[in-house]
């Protein structure tokens, strides 16, 4: 049974980039059968996808976080991460790493983890 | 503001049916998918392309679509369906994801 992990800081100053990363148990992130997502969402908020990548390292970003967003996968330690750059207190959220199937639904969500931006 | 419309909140009575919408343009191309979230936990998958459960599911979550409007119908409402309902498709560029702005559900 395939479960995911999310891991990383729990505080990050504005300016500076917000590190996380997912790891995969149970299941390969080489299977070419899923797309490996991440989803964040706000305190009392909804929920809103930040990207996807494959496990050819093709990937498909949020409009519009794209400008600070990377993603990757390090099929070496069955992990994939997400990278967002210059945080802001908007960025304060709950974030989900999910996977996605072809038919672009999430059918297995990680336990989320609450990344807070404050100085 | 999303581009999948939900309304921000319904009630139901205990036993009784419930639909719950979702409205965008993409609906008219792609399939929906439904999530229950419960407070303090993650999103699970309830309906998939349109009309389809999870393993674990219970048969009473139907999912259904017309238009441009995707439906999540719960037949016999249980205090356990009392949750946040979150419908997911592809943006009006159908190359990128959203979600609409959910719904709380809320069992009398």
């Known amino acids: 049974q395939v479960q995911l992990q999310e891991s990383g800081p729990g505080l990050v100053k504005p300016s500076e980039t917000l590190s996380l990363t997912c790891t995969v148990s149970?299941?390969?992130?080489?299977?070419?059968?899923?797309?490996w997502s991440w989803i964040r969402q706000p305190p009392g908020k909804g929920l809103e996808w930040i990207g996807y990548?494959?496990?050819?390292?093709?990937?498909n970003y949020n409009p519009s976080l794209k400008s600070r967003v990377t993603t990757s996968v390090d099929t070496s330690k069955n992990q994939f991460s997400l990278k967002l750059s210059s945080v802001t207190a908007a960025d304060t959220a709950v974030y989900y790493c999910?996977?996605?199937?072809?038919?672009?639904?999430?059918?297995?969500w990680g336990r989320g983890t609450l990344v807070t931006v404050s100085s | 503001s999303s581009e999948l419309t939900q309304d921000p909140a319904v009630s139901v009575a205990l036993g009784q049916t419930v639909r719950i919408t979702c409205q965008g343009d993409?609906?008219?191309?792609?399939?929906a998918s439904w999530y229950q979230q419960k407070p303090g936990q993650a999103p699970v998958l309830v309906i998939y392309d349109k009309n389809n459960r999870p393993s674990g599911i219970p048969d009473r979550f139907s999912g259904s679509s017309s238009g441009n409007t995707a439906s999540l119908t719960i037949t016999g409402a249980q205090a356990e369906d009392e949750a946040d309902y979150y419908c997911n498709s592809r943006d009006s560029s159908a190359n990128h994801l959203v979600f609409g702005g959910g719904t709380k559900l809320t069992v009398l």
């Open positions: 999910a996977k996605m199937r072809a038919s672009w639904y999430f059918d297995l």
């Open positions: 993409s609906l008219r191309s792609y399939y």
């Open positions: 149970g299941g390969s992130v080489s299977s070419g059968s899923y797309y």
């Open positions: 990548i494959y496990y050819s390292g093709s990937t």
